[in-house]
C-alpha cells in the first residue's frame, strides 16, 4: 500500500514538472531559435517552407547541437514526402547546419527537384446500374471525357484529388445520387518518372424523386412552398437532378415568402420514389421599411413601404409604397395572388402620382388587374390598364390638358445572362405591346410598343486582362391620330441614370414654346459601354472602369427624332448585391456634366 502510494506521489509529480515545463516553454516563443532557408525553383521554394516540419521547432527553446543535427538529418525525408505530393519523385535533397556564435544558427536545404511525373496511364472503371441505364450513356461518357488529369499531364496530389472529386460529382450530379469512389489508385513508376492512375467508381441505383415533405411553414401554407418546388421540375417521378433541386431552392427564396430554404434528398427511401425534403425559414407576417435617399436626377428621397404577405380574408399580398422626392410624390399598392400550379399569379394595383418638370405640373393615375409569371429567365404577363393625366403649365397660361384611357397589354421578358446580379456574357430582351382606346374627348383607338434590349459580349478572352462591351436599345412607339388624347404615362421621356447619361431624368422629351419637355409618342435610346476589370499585383479586384456614349431622343413624329449624346466614364464595384455604380457625364447638347449613381442591376 505505501509503495502505491509514493508511486502515484511520483507520478503526480513528474506530471507537474512537465505541466510547468509546457508552460515555460509556451511563455518563450518571442523568437525562433534557428533560421530555416530552402532554396528551390519557385512556386517549390515556398511551398516546401511553408510545409516543412521543421516549422515544428523553430521557436523550442534549449535545442543543442546534436538535437539540430538528428533535425536536419530527418529533413530530407519529409522534404522527399512534400515534392512527391508535387508530382516530383526523383530529387535531390541536400541539408546544411549553419552554426555562427554571433548569430542564430541557420539550416539550409538545397533541393533540386528533378523531372516531374507526367500521367502515363488513366483507367477509370464504372460499376452498377450507371451501365445497365440507356438514358446514362451522356453520364458515362461525360465522367471519361470531363476527367481532370488526362494522360500527358503532370501529376501533382492535389490534382489527383480534385479529379477524383470532379468525377464522383459528375456521377452524383444526375440520377445516382448515392454514387461512391470504391477504389482509388495512383501507381508510381520512379525510374520513368511515369504515373498511372486507376479508379473505381459504384454509380449505385438510379433515383427517381418521390413525395415532398415542407417542413417550416407556420404562417402560410405548405402547398404554396410546394407548387414552387414542383414549378422547379423537381416533381414525383422525375429523375434526380441535383440543379433541379437548386433551381427549387431559388424559386422558394425570390418568392419573398421565405428568406431562406434547403432541398434535398432525405437520407433514406426508395430508389424510384425517393423523398424530398423542403425545409424553409418564413418571413415575418407583416414588414415596414422606412428608407432616406439622395438620387443624382432627383434630390432628396424619402420611401414608406408596408408589406402585408397575407392578407385575412384573400391570402394575397399587398404591397403599399409612399415615395417622395423633390420633383415627384408617387402612392401605390400593390396586390398579388399566390401562384397557381402553372406559376401564374393575379396581380391587380394603383397608383397616383404628381410630377413636376419646370412650368408643367402632371397628376396622373394608374390601375391595373391581369395575371404574371415570374421565373428566373422569363417573364410573361398580361392585363387590363386604365391611365388618366391632368397637366398643366404654368407659364403657358392655357386649359389643363386631360387625357383618360384604358387599354389591354402584353408584356414578355427573356433574360440569357450568365449571372443575374453582375452579368459577363448574355443578352436580355424586353418587349411590351398595348392596344387601347381614349376616353376623354373623342374615343380614339391606339397601339403602343417597347422593346428593350441589352447584350454583353466579352472582349480579349484570349489575353491576360479581358473586358466586354455592354449595347443597350431602348425603342417605343404610339400609333394614333394627330389629336388623340393618350395619357402623359403612356408616352415617354428620356435622360437620366439608365437611359442617357449627362442629362436628369425625363428632360429628353417634345420641345414646348414655354421650355421645357413633355413626353413624347416616340422614342429611341442607345448605348455603347466599354468595361474593364481593375487589376492589383496582377490579381483582378472587384473594382471595374468604364467608358460610354449615350444617345437619345423623343418626338411624336418618327421624322422628328433628333438624338442627343452624353459621353463619359465611370466605376463599378461589384458587391454581393449587385455592382455599385458612379458615372460622370457630359451632356454634348447642354454642355454640363452630371454625375450618376445607382445600386444593382435589373432587366
Not at 428568406?259 to 425534403?277: C, K, M, R, T, Y
Not at 449615350?550 to 465611370?570: F, H
Request: net charge neutral; hydrophobic share 40%.
Amino acid at each position: 500500500m505505501t509503495w502505491c502510494c509514493l508511486e502515484m506521489m511520483r507520478r503526480g509529480l513528474a506530471a507537474c514538472l512537465v505541466s510547468v515545463a509546457m508552460v515555460g516553454w509556451a511563455q518563450d516563443t518571442s523568437s525562433p531559435t534557428f533560421d530555416l532557408v530552402v532554396d528551390a525553383p519557385a512556386p517549390l521554394d515556398a511551398f516546401l517552407l511553408r510545409h516543412a516540419e521543421l516549422n515544428r521547432f523553430r521557436e523550442l527553446p534549449g535545442l543543442t547541437s546534436a538535437e539540430l543535427e538528428r533535425l536536419v538529418a530527418q529533413s530530407a525525408r519529409n522534404m522527399r514526402d512534400l515534392l512527391g505530393t508535387q508530382g516530383y519523385f526523383n530529387p535531390t535533397v541536400r541539408t546544411h547546419l549553419e552554426e555562427n556564435e554571433n548569430a542564430r544558427p541557420r539550416i539550409r536545404i538545397e533541393v533540386d527537384p528533378g523531372v516531374a511525373a507526367r500521367i502515363s496511364r488513366v483507367e477509370i472503371t464504372l460499376r452498377g446500374a450507371i451501365n445497365d441505364d440507356a438514358e446514362a450513356q451522356q453520364q458515362r461518357a461525360a465522367v471519361n471525357q470531363d476527367w481532370g488529369l488526362p494522360v500527358g499531364e503532370a501529376f501533382s496530389q492535389s490534382a489527383w484529388d480534385t479529379a477524383k472529386g470532379r468525377a464522383l460529382r459528375t456521377m452524383t450530379a444526375q440520377r445516382f445520387p448515392r454514387a461512391q469512389l470504391v477504389n482509388s489508385l495512383a501507381d508510381v513508376i520512379p525510374d520513368t518518372n511515369e504515373v498511372q492512375l486507376f479508379v473505381e467508381l459504384d454509380s449505385g441505383p438510379a433515383v427517381r424523386l418521390g413525395p415532398i415533405q415542407i417542413d417550416g411553414v407556420q404562417r402560410y401554407e405548405a402547398e404554396w412552398a410546394r407548387r414552387m418546388v414542383e414549378l422547379a421540375g423537381v416533381r414525383p417521378g422525375e429523375v434526380f437532378d441535383e440543379a433541379l433541386l437548386q433551381d427549387a431552392q431559388r424559386r422558394l427564396t425570390e418568392s419573398g415568402y421565405f428568406p431562406s430554404a434547403f432541398v434535398w434528398l432525405a437520407p433514406e427511401g426508395d430508389p424510384q420514389a425517393h423523398p424530398v425534403i423542403a425545409r424553409v425559414r418564413e418571413v415575418p407576417l407583416q414588414k415596414a421599411v422606412l428608407g432616406l435617399g439622395f438620387n443624382t436626377d432627383r434630390g432628396p428621397r424619402l420611401t414608406l413601404e408596408h408589406t402585408h404577405h397575407r392578407l385575412p380574408g384573400i391570402d394575397w399580398r399587398s404591397v403599399t409604397r409612399f415615395q417622395w422626392e423633390s420633383d415627384t410624390t408617387t402612392l401605390g399598392v400593390n396586390l398579388s395572388s399566390p401562384i397557381d400550379e402553372k406559376g401564374w399569379r393575379w396581380i391587380t394595383g394603383g397608383e397616383a402620382q404628381r410630377q413636376l418638370d419646370g412650368p408643367r405640373r402632371t397628376v396622373s393615375q394608374q390601375w391595373l388587374l391581369g395575371q404574371s409569371q415570374d421565373t428566373p429567365t422569363l417573364d410573361r404577363s398580361f392585363f387590363v390598364q386604365w391611365d388618366r393625366s391632368v397637366t398643366r403649365d404654368s407659364a403657358a397660361g392655357t386649359l389643363p390638358e386631360q387625357a383618360t384611357a384604358i387599354s389591354a397589354n402584353y408584356a414578355w421578358t427573356r433574360r440569357r445572362l450568365d449571372d443575374l446580379t453582375a452579368p459577363q456574357r448574355g443578352y436580355g430582351l424586353g418587349v411590351e405591346l398595348g392596344t387601347g382606346v381614349t376616353l376623354s374627348q373623342e374615343r380614339r383607338p391606339y397601339l403602343r410598343s417597347r422593346v428593350r434590349w441589352l447584350g454583353y459580349w466579352p472582349v480579349g478572352e484570349a489575353t491576360d486582362r479581358p473586358s466586354r462591351l455592354a449595347l443597350r436599345v431602348d425603342v417605343g412607339g404610339v400609333w394614333a391620330q394627330a389629336g388623340a388624347p393618350v395619357p402623359v404615362n403612356q408616352r415617354f421621356l428620356a435622360g437620366g441614370d439608365n437611359s442617357v447619361r449627362g442629362y436628369s431624368a425625363r428632360e429628353i422629351g417634345v420641345p414646348l414654346p414655354t421650355g421645357g419637355v413633355e413626353a413624347g409618342r416616340w422614342m429611341t435610346v442607345a448605348s455603347v459601354e466599354w468595361q474593364r476589370p481593375i487589376w492589383r499585383d496582377g490579381q483582378r479586384t472587384a473594382w471595374e472602369s468604364t467608358l460610354f456614349i449615350d444617345t437619345g431622343a423623343v418626338a411624336n413624329r418618327p421624322g422628328d427624332l433628333s438624338p442627343v449624346t452624353g459621353i463619359g466614364a465611370g466605376v463599378r464595384y461589384n458587391s454581393p448585391v449587385g455592382p455599385l455604380q458612379a458615372d460622370l457625364g457630359y451632356g454634348i447638347d447642354r454642355k454640363q456634366l452630371r454625375l450618376h449613381l445607382s445600386v444593382g442591376f435589373t432587366f
